[in-house]
């Protein structure tokens, strides 16, 4: 064929081209993995042997994993049910993405702290001020909750802070390894930024001292344990779900904590299905003057590892009796977990919270809420 030389060598049929065609589409797929899965191998954390060490001797920790303290039902999904989870979560046509982008408030500029106060940074990211002390829960900054920078589920919003804009904290409280709750690249930035000690539930710190913290900023507790910051009591208490960052199932510890100081209380629910224990918390440590509750990524298949928002309402008085307090939801509008719509979360819990009077207040992401401090709670999450 004139003017193409060498098209001989594509025929017969074209097998040549395909062949060719299909090989270098292999290497770009495959340099394109290698990249995928490049910081994969660190980012899964610590051995089993050396998490091991630290989880043995728990009375919660039996034939190899911890427990929680009610039997659950399992995780049950059926066909349609996992069709409609993969739909809702991947597809850009559900409604558990948003169609607008997500407004974010820009987080106050302080020198000092208030004498309560929390500034939500997205998903289960908090900054607790509470008697003159700063706490940063659950650091997530990475663009997804994954091993790897581009695949896994990815931030609906950016962060509203960068994490090099964080005040001095005197302590960051990591509640599980689950991905979008110990993110790697966010705990080595603050171990190079910070001087804060980093408070884990038991095996949690055999991540963090692989990633290179070393081991004296690292603070491994067990349920009903607790750890002096300050003037402040951490107290690392029950929650009802699950661990692990790959094939290894249930080997670290999950917890919620809460934070007593000398004028103030705080509860921190990190990520939990509704459990009985919120009632034994609340008598032995409340009440609160305010909660931090996951709403988010619920579903009828798995109660037992995450909340709906009726259900962090019903644990919220769990914890506080009769006193008020005030609930801050967190777990929700950052990543795409679960078959819901994104904003369903917020709906729910402001319409059943004006059915019971539980005082509630939804910031957006970089908003900062002072209890007692009236403000009007807009419902920026709609349309």
Known sequence: MPGLPGI????????AALRLAAGTASLAAGGWVLGALRETPAALGASAAAIRTAAEGSPNYRDGAFCNLEQGSGLRLDAEENRLLLFEVWSSKSD????????LAVPPSRSGTEALAVTWL?????????????????P????????????????????????????????VVISHDHY??????AVRALARTQRAPFITPLGVGAHLREWGI??????????????????????????????????????????SFVVIGPEHRAYFGGDTGYTGSFSDIGTEHGPFDLTLLPIGAYNKSW??????PE?????????????????????????????HPWAEPAEWLVTAAADVAVDVVVPKPGGRVVPGVRTETQQWWRP
């Open 180 to 185: 979008d709750h110990l993110d790697m690249h």
């Open 122 to 138: 997205g998903h289960a990211t908090a900054l607790l001020e509470i008697d003159g002390h700063r706490l940063l829960t659950d």
């Open 311 to 339: 259900e962090a309402l019903q644990a919220h008085r769990d914890l506080n009796a009769d006193s008020p307090g005030v609930l801050v939801p967190i777990h929700w509008a950052t990543f795409r977990l679960a078959p």
């Open 214 to 255: 070393p081991a004296s900023r690292v603070v491994e507790l067990d349920w009903n344990a607790s750890v002096r910051v300050g003037d402040l009591k951490l107290v690392c208490t029950p929650a009802r779900h699950l661990s692990g960052r790959f094939l290894s199932r249930n080997n670290t510890l999950w917890a």
């Open 8 to 15: 001989d060598a594509l025929l017969p049929g074209g097998k």
């Open 140 to 171: 997530v900054w990475s663009q997804r909750c994954s091993p790897s920078r581009t695949l896994g589920p990815q931030r609906l919003h950016p962060p509203p802070l960068p994490l090099e804009s964080l005040p001095a904290l005197d302590a």
């Open 96 to 103: 558990s993405h948003p169609k607008h982008p997500i407004p």
């Open 303 to 308: 109660p037992d590892i995450h909340m709906n």
